[in-house]
Nanobody
Framework: QVQLVESGGGLVQAGGSLRLSCAAS????????MGWYRQAPGKQRELVAT???????NYADSVKGRFTISRDNPKNTVYLQMNSLKPEDTAIYYC???????????WGQGTQVTVSS
């Protein structure tokens, strides 16, 4: 099992930046892939970005060039640096993890990001 705790959300004006953090309760070397997803009101949850334990990254087209996902292995933490934020980025952002030894997807509780125009 793994527990995931997100932080760093908040209210920011359009064009601003935020950095989200996702702290895992176990070494992320035992986690095959971690990712950020988001869910806006009335919409389905969608992929934002993922990173594997081999540091392969993947981004949704809507955030390419603006968001960067990265890992801090000693801190067992994955970050999502969000720049040039737009009102349409407003959503609850969730962190998830897929363990090396499991097919179960673990989710954090989410952190709210609100971008004002």
């Amino acid at each position: 099992q793994v527990q995931l705790v997100e932080s760093g959300g908040g209210l920011v004006q359009a064009g601003g930046s935020l950095r989200l953090s996702c702290a895992a309760s176990r070494t992320i070397f035992t986690i095959e892939r971690m990712g950020w997803y988001r869910q806006a009101p009335g919409k389905q949850r969608e992929l934002v970005a993922t990173i594997t334990r081999r540091d392969t990254t993947n981004y949704a087209d809507s955030v390419k060039g603006r968001f960067t996902i990265s890992r801090d292995n000693p801190k067992n933490t994955v970050y999502l640096q969000m720049n040039s934020l737009k009102p349409e980025d407003t959503a609850i952002y969730y962190c998830n993890a897929l363990l090396v030894t499991s097919t179960f997807i673990y989710w954090g509780q989410g952190t709210q990001v609100t971008v004002s125009s």
